[in-house]
C-alpha cells in the first residue's frame, strides 16, 4: 500500500492554554495512488458537488461524535454523509473506577480519547471529585475535560504529537512524586503508551473503562448510498473494520480512506487498501484537511 503523509506545523503547548493551531499549507509528499504520481498540493477549497444520494465524504464516527468535522468540512462546500460505525460501552473496570481514585494516589491522569475521557468524568464524580493531575494525548480529549469547568479536570500536559508514541516518552516525571499512572482505556486500546511509560520507571495501573463496538445493523438504504461516496473518514481502526464488514472489501477499494492519524492507517494496511491518506500529526484541523486532500486527488483521477 501506498499511505502518503501529510505534514504540518500542527504543534501545541499546555492544553489549558494552548497555541493557536495553524492549518497546515504543506505536505511531505503528494498523492501516492493507484497511478503513483507525486503532486504538490497547496491548500485549495472544493465546489459542492453531487446531489442527496451522492455524498462526497462518510464520517463512521459514533454518533454525536462527527459534529465538528462535519460543520468544518461543509462550510468548505464539502457534502457529508454520517453513518457510525462504532459505539461505546461500558468496560470491564468502569466499576472500578471510582474506588481507585478514592483510595489511591496518582501522579498523573492519562486519557487518550475523548470517549475515555467521558468515562472517567462520570467516574471521578461517582469519587467525590478528588484532586487528580490531567495528561491528555491532544486538543480533541483535552476539549472533552475543558468544557466540565472543572478546575481539576483541566489538562496540564499534553505531548508534541498527538499519539502514545510520543505521549510515553514526553510525560514529565513530578520532583516527590510515586511514580504511578493512572491509564483509563478501552479495552481494545494498544500497549504501546504503558509499555513507554513503564520503560521510563513508571508504574502504570491500566483500567478498560470502555470498549468500541462495532455497529451490528445499518439499513440496506444507506449503505448503498453510502457506497456512492469517494472518501470514507475513519478515526479508529474498529472503525475502518466495521466500514469494511458493512459496505465490503471492493467497495472500500474503490474509494480513499482518510484516516485521523498512523494507526487507522495501518489498519487499512492490514486490510489490504491502497488508497490511504493520513495526517503525519493528528488532530481535528489535519484530519479535515486529509479528508479535504483525499477528495481533490480523486477529482483529479476522474
Not at 457510525?84 to 498523573?108: H, S
Amino acid at each position: 500500500m501506498s499511505r502518503t503523509r501529510v505534514s504540518g506545523d500542527m504543534s501545541c503547548s499546555h492544553v489549558a492554554s494552548p497555541q493557536r493551531l495553524q492549518s497546515f499549507r504543506r505536505y511531505r509528499s503528494g498523492w501516492c495512488g493507484p497511478n503513483n504520481k507525486n503532486r504538490s498540493v497547496g491548500t485549495f477549497r472544493l465546489k459542492a458537488h453531487g446531489s442527496a444520494s451522492a455524498p462526497d465524504v462518510i464520517l463512521t464516527r459514533e454518533k454525536g461524535k462527527n459534529d465538528i468535522v462535519r460543520d468544518l468540512l461543509e462550510v468548505r462546500g464539502i457534502q457529508c454523509m454520517e453513518v457510525p460505525m462504532v459505539e461505546t460501552e461500558k468496560g470491564p473496570d468502569a466499576e472500578l473506577l471510582p474506588r481507585a481514585l478514592q483510595n489511591e494516589r496518582f501522579d498523573w491522569v492519562c486519557i487518550t480519547s475523548p470517549e475515555a475521557a467521558t468515562v472517567f468524568i462520570e467516574g471521578w464524580k461517582e469519587a467525590g471529585k478528588p484532586d487528580v493531575r490531567i495528561a491528555v494525548v491532544g486538543k480533541g480529549t483535552g476539549k472533552v475535560l475543558e468544557d466540565t469547568c472543572e478546575e481539576a479536570l483541566q489538562p496540564q500536559f499534553v505531548p508534541s504529537v498527538a499519539n502514545a508514541e510520543h505521549f510515553g516518552p514526553e510525560l514529565p516525571t513530578l520532583a516527590g512524586g510515586n511514580g504511578v499512572i493512572l491509564y483509563p482505556s478501552s479495552a481494545k486500546a494498544s500497549t504501546i503508551l504503558q509499555d513507554g511509560l513503564e520503560a521510563r520507571g513508571f508504574k502504570v495501573i491500566r483500567m478498560n473503562t470502555y470498549n468500541t463496538a462495532t455497529v451490528k445493523h445499518v439499513e440496506d438504504s444507506t449503505l448503498r448510498r453510502a457506497r456512492s461516496a469517494r472518501v470514507v473518514a475513519v478515526a479508529s481502526p474498529s472503525a475502518l473494520k466495521a466500514w469494511v464488514h458493512h459496505v465490503g472489501h471492493d467497495a472500500t477499494r474503490a474509494m480513499t480512506v482518510a484516516a485521523i492519524g498512523s494507526t487507522s492507517a495501518r489498519a487499512a494496511e492490514k486490510l489490504g487498501l491502497e488508497r490511504v491518506l493520513f495526517p503525519e500529526e493528528p488532530g481535528i484541523e489535519t484530519f479535515v484537511e486529509t479528508i479535504e486532500m483525499a477528495l481533490q486527488n480523486t477529482s483529479k483521477e476522474e
